[in-house]
């Protein structure tokens, strides 16, 4: 069964401040692997994703994630994180023996003040 | 044109009644889910269903059954509702193990 882990519950920080959440994945076989943003009183929607190739991915908004299969780790990173950032992150894995369905990390939420 | 909408939005109701969540995704993927997101923002799988297969999580109580009439409509029906089922229903869908598109969700609140 594959599962997701994100380490980091609660983050806040400062407007410009840098950012990484992590996430770390338990999977033996070849994964897909989402970053998911939900503003607050809003729906799921797709912040990168990673199928192959090029391990570092970049996303809209400005973020970008980096696979790294020797750790089963794809971490999110955004170098200067604005107030409008403020949400809650989530990791996503769909590994290809699981149905084609999402599984979800614990989520992170982020608060950047202004 | 919403891609995966959902109805109703917002859902109250009484213990023991049964309710059903619509959810229809004009995208043409073959895959539709449904997800649980609770009070702590924990997303968690229900069901996934396509043409083919159902797939179920097995911690979901048979009071949730998922019901699709074709493969843009995937609804899901609750009987006996319990204040336990209280969150937010997230309707998806996607193809061939691409990204999911999901609908604003259903916040059911049961009292």
């Known amino acids: 069964a594959q599962s997701v882990s994100q380490h980091n519950h609660h983050v806040i920080l400062s407007e410009a401040a840098s950012l990484e959440l992590g996430c770390n994945y338990s999977y033996g076989g070849t994964v897909n692997l989402f970053w998911y943003v939900q503003y607050p009183g809003q729906h799921l929607q797709l912040l990168l994703k990673?199928?192959?190739?090029?391990?570092l991915v970049k996303g809209i908004k400005g973020f970008e994630a980096e696979f790294i299969k020797s750790k089963f780790s794809f971490n999110l990173r955004k170098p200067s994180v604005q107030w409008s950032d403020t949400a809650e992150y989530f990791c996503a894995v769909n590994g290809d023996n699981a149905g084609n369905m999402l599984t979800f990390g614990g989520g992170t939420r982020l608060m950047v003040k202004p | 044109d919403t891609a995966v909408s959902q109805t109703p939005k917002y859902l109250v109701t009484q213990m023991g009644n049964d309710k059903s969540i619509k959810c229809e995704q004009n995208?043409?993927?073959?895959?539709m889910y449904w997800y649980k997101q609770d009070s702590k923002k924990f997303l968690k799988i229900m069901f996934s269903?396509?043409?083919?297969?159902?797939?179920i999580n097995e911690t979901v109580p048979n009071r949730f059954s998922p019901k699709s009439p074709d493969k843009a409509h995937l609804n899901l029906h609750i009987n006996s509702l319990e204040l336990g089922d209280s969150a937010v229903y997230f309707c998806?869908?996607?193809?061939?193990?691409?990204?999911?598109?999901f609908g604003q969700g259903t916040r059911l609140t049961v009292v």
């Open positions: 998806a869908s996607s193809w061939e193990g691409n990204e999911a598109f």
């Open positions: 269903y396509n043409n083919k297969e159902l797939i």
């Open positions: 995208l043409g993927h073959d895959t």
């Open positions: 990673y199928f192959s190739g090029d391990p």
